[in-house]
């Protein structure tokens, strides 16, 4: 009979340190072995064969293997649906319990909830832990012991209830001796996955102090080089701890950084207790909208030849990098709910194609706030006027200049739609739509 072990399921906490899952595993007294699955009903479905994440994901876990390499470890790495992976590994390792960090999404619990019952019916226990947000769940509940819906006063009781106790790390460095001991394990390549890669280094891992204190001051202006920290795609794949990001900032006197670590936080609780936000309105009367979803129109806003300078300045970021800065990011998605009465969920779809820091929570909460639908929605008569938002956050054209270099020239177009008429169609139709 071959040693009994403790897996540890890693998905969106690729790290050794600060890893809840990890700490409790390596506490579990038996050998501890971590596992990733590079997960064939998402990769099969990316259209893009150049894709940033999965490139970033072949890097993270390449990183950790040469980590427990040196701590004479290793890491298993497989590429297929996780149901048939565990299967597969049932038979061929004696698991004792698997441990995994706890997920939000729809399709992560479904998944979670399938291999507990198959890791069940062979005795062996699943246990999940709180790992990529500070609070979720019931943690922060309104007076009436329901979820909130309104981000100021969940904000107001997130930022009480925060302590030393839920910022402080797992020590895992201090139990690095219950790893298995084993020789390298083979991980897939890109190749492998058939899929290449892009080429492009990724943000840095660390933000400074001095960017949390400005933050509050450069944050909107998307031409300043570090007005935000992009760390977003980090945070996405667990290659930082959020607790330790949340201690930076909650050290910082300018708490404007720790409150985006909040938002975070509230749009994970969202899609938490009101799953039906991946598919629909969060206020489902906002499904009743006639959107006019003109193909031709949408292909313009994805190209980032709308004719608007930020806009389309913004869709060339998107398309080139992957990241868009969070103002434009709210502008570009206005316009599209807005200005072009597109279906958010389009704009929502396209954003989860090109985003390296693609989460589904802020995703969907950043769009479903653009179009109304959302929680804290902003009223449906408030229209961004994409020129004034240049002036106030661009006023030197200079982020517009760097994506458009042909601004001033004949190549680049009129406006698609011009502003006021676009306005008063988007209340109208809104209204239409809510009285319904
Ligand atoms: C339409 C739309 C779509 C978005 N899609 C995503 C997405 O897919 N993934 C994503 O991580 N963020 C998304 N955001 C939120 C925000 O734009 C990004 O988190 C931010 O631009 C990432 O850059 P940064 O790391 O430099 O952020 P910073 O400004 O440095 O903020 C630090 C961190 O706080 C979190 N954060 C900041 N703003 C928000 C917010 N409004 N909601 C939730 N978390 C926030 C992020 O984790 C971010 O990395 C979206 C916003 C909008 C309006």
Not at 58 to 78: C, H, P, T
Not at 200 to 220: I, M, W
Not at 228 to 241: A, D, E, N, P, V
């Amino acid at each position: 009979m071959s040693e009994t072990l403790s897996l540890v399921w890693l998905r969106r906490d690729l790290r050794l340190h600060d890893n809840a899952a990890l700490y409790h595993a390596l506490k579990s007294g038996r050998p501890v072995l971590p596992v990733f699955i590079f997960d064939r009903t998402i990769l099969d479905d990316l259209d893009d064969r150049r894709d940033r994440r999965v490139e970033f994901l072949v890097q993270e876990i390449d990183r950790l293997r040469d980590e427990l390499a040196k701590m004479g470890s290793a890491i298993l790495v497989r590429y297929g649906k996780p149901i048939d992976v565990w299967k597969e590994l049932t038979g061929q390792y004696t698991i004792g319990d698997v441990f995994a960090n706890y997920d939000y999404e729809v399709y992560a619990k479904e998944r979670d909830k399938a291999v507990s019952e198959l890791l069940a019916e062979k005795g062996i226990g699943f246990h999940t832990s709180k790992d990529q947000t500070i609070f979720d769940r019931d943690e922060v509940l309104s007076g009436k012991r329901t979820p909130y819906t309104v981000f100021t006063p969940y904000s107001r009781n997130w930022h009480g209830k925060l302590n030393t106790f839920y910022l402080k790390a797992y020590p895992t460095e201090q139990y690095t001796n219950q790893f298995w001991k084993t020789s390298v394990l083979t991980v897939p390549t890109l190749a492998d996955m058939n899929f290449q890669p892009v080429g492009e280094p990724f943000p840095a891992r660390t933000t400074s102090d001095k960017l949390l204190d400005t933050y509050d001051k450069t944050r909107d202006f998307p031409a300043l080089p570090h007005s935000t920290s992009q760390l977003s795609m980090h945070l996405r794949f667990g290659t930082i701890s959020v607790r330790d990001l949340a201690r930076q900032a909650n050290e910082t006197d300018d708490k404007t950084f720790l409150n985006e670590l909040c938002w975070r936080d509230f749009y994970f609780q969202v899609l938490d207790h009101f799953p039906h936000v991946e598919r629909h309105s969060f206020r489902r009367q906002y499904d009743q909208i006639e959107w006019r979803n003109n193909e031709d129109e949408f292909d313009k806003w994805c190209r980032g030849e709308t004719g608007y300078p930020i806009v389309d300045a913004g869709m060339r970021q998107l398309n080139t990098i992957g990241w868009m800065h969070n103002r434009v990011r709210m502008i570009t998605a206005s316009f599209l709910c807005k200005h072009l009465l597109i279906d958010w969920r389009w704009g929502e779809a396209y954003f989860g194609k090109k985003l390296r820091d693609y989460d589904l929570s802020a995703n969907n909460g950043g769009w479903q706030w653009a179009a109304g639908s959302g929680t804290d929605a902003a009223p449906y008569f408030r229209v961004f006027n994409p020129d004034r938002q240049a002036k106030r956050f661009d006023a030197k054209q200079e982020y517009i200049r760097h994506w458009i270099p042909e601004l001033d020239t004949k190549s680049y177009p009129q406006p698609m739609v011009e502003h006021s008429m676009a306005r008063q169609r988007a209340v109208e139709t809104y209204k239409k739509g809510l009285a319904k």
